[in-house]
C-alpha cells in the first residue's frame, strides 16, 4: 500500500485545513487508516483513524469537537477536516494505513505498517 497525502499548509488560528490522503493497492480485510502528527521537539502522536469496513471513527482528545475524518471507499481516500485550527497543531501531518488493524490498536503508532511522507501544516497566532 503507498499513500499519498495533500492539503497541508499555512493558516491562521481559528481557520481550517482539509487533508487527504490517497491509497493504493489493497484496502479489503480489516484496512484503516488515520492520521498522526509530529510537532518540533516532541513525539508523533494519534490524531485520528478510521476502519473500512464499518466506518467507525476514533479522535484522540485533542481533536474531538474540531476534526472530522472520513473516507471515499471507491477513491480509497481519507479526509481530515480540520477546524478551528490554533498553533498547538502546527506540526507535520502523516497519514497511515494498515490492513489488519485490530481495534485496539487503532491509536498505537507501532500498529500502522504504511505510512505517507508527511504533510506540514502551519498554523499563525
Known amino acids: 500500500v503507498q499513500l499519498v497525502e495533500s492539503g497541508g499548509g499555512l493558516v491562521q488560528a481559528g481557520g481550517s485545513l482539509r487533508l487527504s490522503c490517497a491509497a493504493s493497492?489493497?484496502?479489503?480485510?480489516?484496512?484503516?487508516m488515520g492520521w498522526f502528527r509530529q510537532a518540533p521537539g516532541k513525539e508523533r502522536e494519534f490524531v485520528s483513524a478510521?476502519?473500512?469496513?464499518?466506518?467507525?471513527?476514533h479522535y484522540a482528545d485533542s481533536a474531538k469537537g474540531r476534526f472530522t475524518i472520513s473516507r471515499d471507499s471507491a477513491k480509497k481516500t481519507v479526509y481530515l477536516q480540520m477546524n478551528n485550527l490554533g498553533p498547538e497543531d502546527t506540526a507535520i501531518y502523516y497519514c497511515?494505513?494498515?490492513?489488519?488493524?485490530?481495534?485496539?490498536?487503532?491509536?498505537?503508532?507501532?500498529?500502522?505498517?504504511?505510512w505517507g511522507q508527511g504533510t506540514l501544516v502551519t498554523v499563525s497566532s
Open positions: 478510521i476502519r473500512w469496513r464499518g466506518g467507525s471513527t
Open positions: 493497492g489493497r484496502t479489503d480485510g480489516s484496512f484503516a
Open positions: 497511515v494505513a494498515d490492513n489488519a488493524m485490530i481495534l485496539s490498536s487503532i491509536g498505537t503508532r507501532s500498529a500502522y505498517k504504511y
